[in-house]
């Protein structure tokens, strides 16, 4: 601390630049190790909504893993989003369009779900199956190696 200024508090002093690039590190460290997590959630949400039509599970069990599946998607995305626009990320708006599309399918099924169009899910289901993959193994892996480098 700096030393007391008469009527003022005190004022803490600058932390050493190591200390804070480590606080950068340790940030980043967690939040790809949450991000992992919640991208190994959702798809186990989506093979688990695959593995219920393929079943021909219930219609009511197939929309409320369709209900589970977005509602997840939505605040993992918001999440992820928001640490783009925290970072500066220069892929921001690329990253955000994977996510508008795959939400938008996910959407798609629900409506169809719903509608009774249930031949249509299976094939969906498999579609967003392999975007999210390629999204996770492309645009977040991307996102990963930019914070891993202390953006």
Same mark, same amino acid.
């Given at each position: 601390? #700096?030393?007391? !200024?008469?009527?003022?508090?005190?004022?803490?002093?600058?932390?050493?630049?190591?200390?804070?690039?480590? !606080?950068?590190?340790?940030?980043?460290?967690?939040?790809? /190790?949450?991000?992992? #997590?919640?991208?190994?959630?959702?798809?186990?949400?989506?093979?688990?909504?695959?593995?219920?039509?393929? !079943?021909?599970?219930?219609?009511?069990?197939?929309?409320?893993?369709?209900?589970?599946?977005?509602?997840?998607?939505?605040?993992?995305?918001?999440?992820?989003?928001?640490?783009?626009?925290?970072?500066?990320?220069?892929?921001?708006?690329?990253?955000?369009?994977?996510?508008?599309?795959?939400?938008?399918?996910?959407?798609?099924?629900?409506?169809?779900?719903? /509608?009774?169009?249930?031949?249509?899910?299976p094939g969906k289901v498999?579609?967003?199956?392999?975007?999210?993959?390629?999204?996770?193994?492309? !645009?977040?892996?991307?996102? /990963?190696?930019?914070? #891993?480098?202390?953006?």
């Amino acid at each position: 601390m #700096r030393p007391l !200024r008469p009527g003022r508090a005190p004022v803490p002093s600058p932390k050493p630049l190591e200390t804070t690039m480590n !606080r950068i590190a340790e940030f980043n460290a967690e939040a790809n /190790a949450v991000t992992d #997590r919640e991208h190994e959630e959702q798809l186990r949400l989506l093979q688990a909504l695959s593995d219920a039509v393929e !079943r021909q599970a219930a219609a009511s069990e197939v929309a409320s893993m369709l209900e589970a599946l977005i509602s997840y998607s939505e605040a993992h995305f918001m999440s992820e989003e928001l640490l783009m626009r925290m970072k500066s990320y220069d892929d921001y708006e690329d990253h955000q369009d994977d996510h508008v599309n795959m939400l938008t399918s996910m959407q798609f099924m629900a409506v169809a779900h719903e /509608a009774g169009h249930t031949a249509l899910i299976p094939g969906k289901v498999h579609d967003v199956l392999n975007f999210i993959t390629l999204h996770i193994a492309t !645009r977040d892996k991307r996102l /990963a190696d930019y914070l #891993r480098l202390g953006n």
